[in-house]
T-cell receptor, first 114, second 112 residues
Framework: ETGVTQTPRHLVMGMTNKKSLKCEQH?????MYWYKQSAKKPLELMFV???????ENNSVPSRFSPECPNSSHLFLHLHTLQPEDSALYLC?????????????FGPGTRLTVT | DAKTTQPNSMESNEEEPVHLPCNHS???????IHWYRQLPSQGPEYVIHGLTSNVNNRMASLAIAEDRKSSTLILHRATLRDAAVYYCILRDKDTGFQKLVFGTGTRLLVSP
């Protein structure tokens, strides 16, 4: 238990569906992250929120839409996804500043797009 | 972010020490060396980090070369639970937030 929870743990959706992934951290952190981990590929950073403001968007397609309503919650809204978007989506959190502070990861949501 | 190079895989026997190497020849003076690991079906977890001096914690030790161009993560007694992918990552102290750039890591296999 890392203090970062993600729901759902598994999701199967069609290409025309709309769904959302939820992340919640109970650690008092100020920064939250979405990562994508595809089969046989390294983790890729998708979005970063610091103090509830998006500070980085790594050229992610618009069919992925993040939302950070407060420092404890992070969402990833999904619509009209493609089969190649099937992956493990990981949420993480950390203190806002300082290179010595570690990131805490959730268990991930395994997404399958059919 | 500076690049790191790690072996694709390593094997160990249970209760033996494991030395996981990482090369980072382009490291800058402000880069911290971080290690994370990812157990099967889980998200990555922090293991240890250091700047210049060797570091110890309850999970592992980190040995940093004097020129900082390489480092070694040491697991003193491997257990089956240590089977995971280990990532060596450089973090610039001047970046305002924690941006981790993961490589492909080293897959550690532990045999009973």
């Amino acid at each position: 238990e890392t203090g970062v929870t993600q729901t759902p743990r598994h999701l199967v959706m069609g290409m025309t569906n709309k769904k959302s992934l939820k992340c919640e951290q109970h650690l008092g952190h100020n920064a939250m992250y979405w990562y994508k981990q595809s089969a046989k590929k390294p983790l890729e950073l998708m979005f970063v929120y610091s103090l509830e403001e998006r500070v980085e968007n790594n050229s992610v397609p618009s069919r992925f839409s993040p939302e950070c309503p407060n420092s404890s919650h992070l969402f990833l809204h999904l619509h009209t996804l493609q089969p190649e978007d099937s992956a493990l989506y990981l949420c993480a959190s950390s203190l806002h500043r300082g290179p010595t502070y570690e990131q805490y990861f959730g268990p991930g949501t395994r997404l399958t797009v059919t | 972010d500076a690049k790191t190079t790690q072996p694709n895989s390593m094997e160990s026997n249970e209760e033996e020490p494991v030395h996981l190497p990482c090369n980072h020849s382009t490291i800058s003076g402000t880069d911290y060396i971080h290690w994370y690991r990812q157990l099967p079906s889980q998200g990555p977890e922090y293991v240890i980090h250091g700047l210049t001096s060797n570091v110890n914690n309850r999970m592992a030790s980190l040995a940093i070369a004097e020129d900082r161009k390489s480092s070694t993560l040491i697991l003193h007694r491997a257990t089956l639970r240590d089977a995971a992918v280990y990532y060596c990552i450089l973090r610039d102290k001047d970046t305002g937030f924690q941006k981790l750039v993961f490589g492909t890591g080293t897959r550690l296999l532990v045999s009973p």
